[in-house]
């Protein structure tokens, strides 16, 4: 319904900031990484906007990026995930690093968000796999990281900790293939 809104900033109260659109002040709520670069109150603000009707009430979440407002929208389609939720995500982590940590399947870096559960930040891995780095305009993870996200599944499927598996792929060429990559982590982890 309300898909942009252009006009002078008149208050900043975070995560709140209030936009005069001639002579007309809107509420939007914004997530951090929109907060910290906005212009001073007073100045000219253009935002994307996502509009959300209740049944107790209407409100309206402001992106400074299509990026931003689109990795929202994702992430409001999961259940158990609102509005809220959402906007401590994208405040927590910017969109590059939650499409990273989706695509890497790192619960570690969503758990660190406050409201995020071990729980949701599962569920939030497994509903926006394959989906965060090519709809947020991000590009697909490059392949580096897809090998190095293979080579440490694998060790960890054979039994390696974590850690174990870190060290090991740290010994690694930067251009290693999967399959040479596991046999030398295995040859370095024998050691």
Do not use: W
């Not at 960890?156 to 596991?182: H, R």
């Amino acid at each position: 319904m309300i898909g942009k809104l252009s006009g002078i900033l008149i208050e900043k109260n975070p995560p709140q900031v209030m936009v005069d659109c001639h002579g007309v002040g809107y509420e939007v709520d914004v997530p951090m990484s929109t907060f910290y670069n906005l212009p001073s109150v007073g100045g000219k603000i253009s935002l994307l906007t996502h509009f959300v009707v209740r049944e107790d009430a209407q409100i309206l979440y402001g992106f400074a990026s299509a990026e931003e407002r689109t990795a929202f929208r994702q992430l409001i389609k999961i259940s158990g995930v609102g509005p809220r939720m959402a906007l401590g995500v994208l405040s927590g982590l910017s969109v590059t690093e939650l499409a990273q940590a989706i695509s890497l399947q790192e619960a570690g870096r969503l758990v660190k968000i406050p409201g995020v559960g071990k729980k949701t930040a599962e569920r939030l891995l497994l509903e926006l796999k394959g989906k965060m780095g090519t709809d947020l305009g991000t590009g697909p993870v490059s392949a580096q990281h897809s090998t190095q996200n293979d080579i440490m599944q694998a060790l960890m499927t054979l039994g390696y900790s974590d850690k174990e598996a870190s060290a090991a792929f740290k010994q690694l060429p930067v251009d290693i293939g999967v399959s040479d990559g596991i046999k030398q982590a295995l040859k370095a982890l024998a050691k």
